[in-house]
């Protein structure tokens, strides 16, 4: 299958690789030309503009970094809605507001063009795997159509959600919970450090119990070690708490957490680590911001 594919960042360039290990023909684009030239060295056609990637093939992919870009890439000029043609499949793997996946799906069903949202978890590491966690909304017979040969190829899993936005809904809900786990981790270990025990033997003592968590295992070795070199930016993860905040106001949902955990993952951007892995909670802690 010939498979346009729409921003080469930290996560869409090791899931545009793995599409191609699995056989498919990949036309891809990117505002980054390097990037583009990495994925053509791998095989992937060039295209110049989001446009021509949608007119040269029947399923588009979108991964990017927010609302607007995603917008931008669908609905403007040289976007994809300029180039594809009836019965394109637009599947936006970004991390958006579930409202702003509706207002782009209404503007592809005028042009009969068919989207699921189907936003991703586990990071680059799981991109690089390509075992990430998919959660997908849209209508679930086009969700069916492309589960096996096109979602897991590039994750070990792909849940179907609900109605267009709902896959957005989860991917929030999933923000929200991690970013409080690793909250609370980086405060259970900045307690027990404080306390004289060593954080690796507490994470050994617990690991196996009902703290034990996928969050636990992946962060607790940074923290420790006080590697921070990113796998998930806390920049992305301020741009997902945000819509998760925008959206908990629309709907009527109280999220007192969410609105603490920005406030942590702000002081540590206003103090320049925003580029680190957002695991550098840790340092709101230790004092380093």
């Excluded at 009527?252 to 680190?276: I, K, N, S, Y």
């Amino acid at each position: 299958m010939n498979i346009g594919f729409i921003g080469l960042g930290i996560m869409g360039k090791p899931m545009a690789k793995n599409l191609i290990k699995a056989g498919h023909e990949l036309t891809v684009y990117d505002i980054v030309p390097e990037n583009i030239v990495e994925l053509e060295q791998n095989g992937a056609i060039r295209a110049s503009s989001s446009a021509e990637a949608a007119r040269k093939c029947t399923t588009v992919i979108t991964m990017l970094p927010n609302s607007p870009h995603v917008k931008s890439a669908v609905l403007g000029g040289n976007g994809v809605l300029e180039g594809a043609g009836e019965g394109t499949l637009l599947i936006d793997m970004s991390s958006i507001a579930p409202a702003a996946s509706q207002e782009v799906a209404a503007a592809c069903a005028q042009k009969n063009v068919r989207m699921l949202d189907a936003p991703v978890s586990g990071g680059e590491p799981k991109a690089i795997d390509g075992t990430l966690s998919i959660m997908a909304g849209g209508d679930k017979a086009v969700f069916e159509s492309v589960k096996d040969d096109i979602l897991l190829k590039m994750g070990s899993s792909a849940v179907y959600c609900g109605p267009i936005g709902a896959g957005n809904t989860v991917k929030l809900a999933n923000q929200i919970i991690v970013a409080a786990n690793i909250a609370a981790l980086a405060e259970a270990l900045t307690l027990s450090k404080k306390a004289g025990v060593d954080p690796q033997v507490v994470i050994e003592a617990i690991s196996g119990g009902l703290a034990g968590s996928a969050v636990m295992n992946a962060k607790a070795p940074m923290m420790i070690k006080g590697n921070f070199k990113p796998g998930f930016r806390i920049a992305l993860h301020i741009k997902d708490l945000a819509n998760a905040l925008d959206t908990g106001h629309e709907v009527g949902a109280p999220l007192p957490l969410t609105a603490q955990l920005m406030e942590m993952m702000q002081t540590l951007r206003a103090d320049g680590f925003d580029q680190d892995d957002h695991s550098a909670l840790a340092r709101f802690y230790t004092g380093e911001h």
